[in-house]
């Protein structure tokens, strides 16, 4: 797909217009600083696209307002008292100190500890629970592409999980890989199956086209509202759609 990229100003804002072959201009403002992205048709003017964005001036505000009020997941400090998420759930953090392998153990639903070697830091301590939330979307996952991949008739597609800034997934068609954001393993199972539904749904079809909105609806119906529970804070981008 052909794309290009020019970078515009609208009333002090940078604004990212990307023009590709789709049918409908969306807007997006994505973190972690609010950055404004137009994904535009190529039959868009930079002046329509302006004009998109100073109608939505307000509501992108808002979005940035939103990031900056945002507690930043780096700035944790790893230590114990701090909520942390996992499968959609909210757990008090419990820092055990001691020899041996570390460990991460969930106890009573409220409590996630992280049993680490004394004077570990807080990178550290963040590297081995994200070794646990990638082994944890690695059990969790096959079973759901298994699942979807034979409802939805396509072949068995590899998975890759990774950080990634500004998405929750993604697909290489050709590849017939799907890509998930190591973030997701914080949010609950059915936001998950949602977005491997919608990653496995481009290998029938690539574009966010009507096509693919039908087959959607067709087969999870309730996929609007699994996006706009994984698009609430913490990481999920803003998005707008005409
Ligand atoms: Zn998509």
């Given amino acids: 797909m052909s794309t290009e990229s020019v970078e515009i100003r609208v009333s002090g804002l940078a604004v990212q217009i990307v023009r590709k072959d789709i049918k409908n ?30 109608g939505k001036l307000g509501w992108i505000k808002k979005q940035q307002a939103k990031f900056a009020a945002q507690p930043r997941q780096t700035e ?16 008090r953090l ?14 009573n639903r409220t409590t996630l500890e992280l049993q680490v070697r004394p004077g570990s830091d807080a990178k550290e301590r963040e590297r081995i629970l994200r070794h646990w939330y990638r082994e944890r979307l690695r059990e969790l996952v096959p079973p759901l592409l298994t699942k979807w991949g034979a409802i939805l008739g396509v072949r068995e597609a590899a998975v890759g999980i990774r950080k990634m800034k500004t998405k929750w997934g993604a697909c290489s068609v050709n ?15 059915q936001c998950i199956e949602y977005l491997i539904v919608h990653e496995l749904t481009h290998l029938i079809e690539r574009h966010h086209n009507d096509r693919f909105v039908s ?10 509202h699994h996006r706009k529970a994984l698009n609430e804070a913490p990481l999920g981008h803003a998005d707008w759609t005409y």
């Avoid at 944790?76 to 757990?91: A, C, D, I, N, T």
């Fill in 25 to 54: 201009l969306h807007l997006g403002v994505y973190p972690p600083n609010g950055r404004v992205r137009v994904a535009a048709p190529l039959s868009v003017s930079d002046d329509a696209a302006r004009l998109a964005v100073i």
């Fill in 94 to 107: 419990r820092v055990a100190e001691r020899d041996g392998p570390s460990l991460v153990v969930l106890r």
């Fill in 215 to 224: 087959l959607m609806d067709r087969h999870l119906p309730q996929w609007r």
């Fill in 175 to 189: 590849a017939r890989r799907i890509w998930l954001n190591l973030e997701l393993a914080k949010k609950p199972v």
């Fill in 76 to 91: 944790r400090e790893m230590v114990s008292g701090e909520s942390h998420y996992y499968l959609g759930r909210r757990y």
